[in-house]
């Protein structure tokens, strides 16, 4: 179980980027344009915090692959967060935003998690790979 997670995050992460592209141009083009200034505003911030989580844990990935909580972390921010703000800009139960705290107290906790994770490599050195081989 734990190795399919590993590899399926980046590829939620690599679908949430690409759908806070989308999001960041609807609200740009399709809300701005129509005047719904309100809609934009929260849409553009919602697509700005997903995308720059999502990069986040994929360099997670990149610095510590066997460590998941951080990145896991991140990715469900990543869409509690956002998720809230599209919901609320696009008319949806004004109930849904109360999902936003929680997804940004999980962007915290990510940084958090990264932050030890990476202060552990410097206190302890390179791990061994697998084969035995110390890590460059």
Known sequence: MHDRLRRWVPVVAALLGGLAVAMGAFGAHLLAGSGETRAAELVETASRYQLA?????????????????????????AVLFPGSLYALALGLP??????????GTLFLVGWVLLAIDLARDRRSGPEPTSRGDPRP
């Open 53 to 77: 989580h999502a990069i986040a844990a994929l360099v997670a990935g990149t610095l510590r692959p066997e460590r998941l909580a951080g990145r896991l972390a991140f990715l469900v921010g």
């Open 94 to 103: 004004r109930g849904l935003a109360t999902l936003a705290p929680v997804g």
